[in-house]
């Protein structure tokens, strides 16, 4: 790591651990090269990146984290492996094989996306 000025620290060959609250949402960060932004608290690479928590691992051509939100973005050739579908679905409440968050069977005609113009 080398200090570039006042606000800026350049980042060479690093992984970075994130502690959380919870240990399961603890994540690492591995980088080629990277430029942290200190006033901002912005993390960027414009490398190949990879982000893994014990439930995923992402990786991407180049990424921005911002660590005072705990969000960040990922760009180009990104792959991503979620080691729990199951369990990712429950948290984002997202719908797989017809079955909502809630463990409620929908029927296909409930489970079929709704044009603008049929709704009413």
Same mark, same amino acid.
Do not use: H, W
């Given at each position: 790591m080398t200090r570039v000025d006042d606000d800026e620290l350049?980042? *060479?060959?690093?992984?970075i651990n994130v502690y959380a609250e919870k240990k399961e949402e603890d994540?690492? =960060? !591995? #980088?080629? @090269?990277g430029t942290y932004f200190m006033d901002e608290q912005i993390? @960027?690479? @414009? *490398?190949?990146s990879?982000?893994?928590r014990s439930d995923f691992? =992402? *990786?991407g051509d180049s990424m921005v984290y911002d660590t005072k939100s705990a969000q960040g973005k990922m760009?180009?050739?990104? &792959? #991503? =492996? =979620?080691? !729990?579908?199951?369990?990712?679905s429950k948290k984002m409440n997202i719908q797989t094989g017809g079955e909502s968050a809630d463990g409620v069977q929908k029927t296909p005609a409930e489970t079929k996306?709704?044009?603008? &113009? &049929?709704?009413k």
């Open positions: 350049f980042l *060479e060959k690093t992984a994540m690492r =960060i !591995d #980088m080629k @090269t993390l @960027t690479s @414009t *490398e190949r990879r982000v893994s691992q =992402i *990786e760009v180009g050739n990104v &792959e #991503m =492996i =979620i080691f !729990d579908a199951s369990a990712a996306p709704v044009k603008p &113009e &049929e709704k």
